[in-house]
Nanobody
């Protein structure tokens, strides 16, 4: 059974940085995509960033491009989201999700980690 566990969230001032981690277990992660999503209060969940386990190709939402960086450590089966120049509008619960078949269907989700950016 695949398990995803996020960590690294917290309270940070605007302009600051945080690094989120998503530790994956339950299988060998050699293919598929690992994505970060976020959901702010009263808003729909939105895509933030993606990385492929093989090759490491990345993609970002326009709202975070140039500020966030997604990376992976295959040996640790862990994906990271480095968030710099944080803004108040980045406040949300951040989730990682695994798309094994790269089909846009996310069967596995973490429990989420809260990121709060203060003025």
């Amino acid at each position: 059974q695949v398990q995803l566990v996020e960590s690294g969230g917290g309270l940070v001032q605007a302009g600051g940085s945080l690094r989120l981690s998503c530790a994956a277990s339950g299988r060998t992660f050699s293919s598929g995509d690992m994505d970060w999503f976020r959901q702010a209060p009263g808003k729909e969940r939105e895509f933030v960033a993606r990385i492929t386990w093989s090759g490491g190709a990345t993609a970002y939402a326009d709202s975070v491009k140039g500020r966030f960086t997604i990376s992976r450590d295959n040996a640790k089966s862990t994906v990271y989201l480095q968030m710099n120049s944080l803004r108040r509008e980045d406040t949300a619960v951040y989730y990682c999700a695994y798309d094994a078949a790269r089909s846009g269907r996310y069967l596995y989700w973490g429990q989420g980690t809260q990121v709060t950016v203060s003025a």
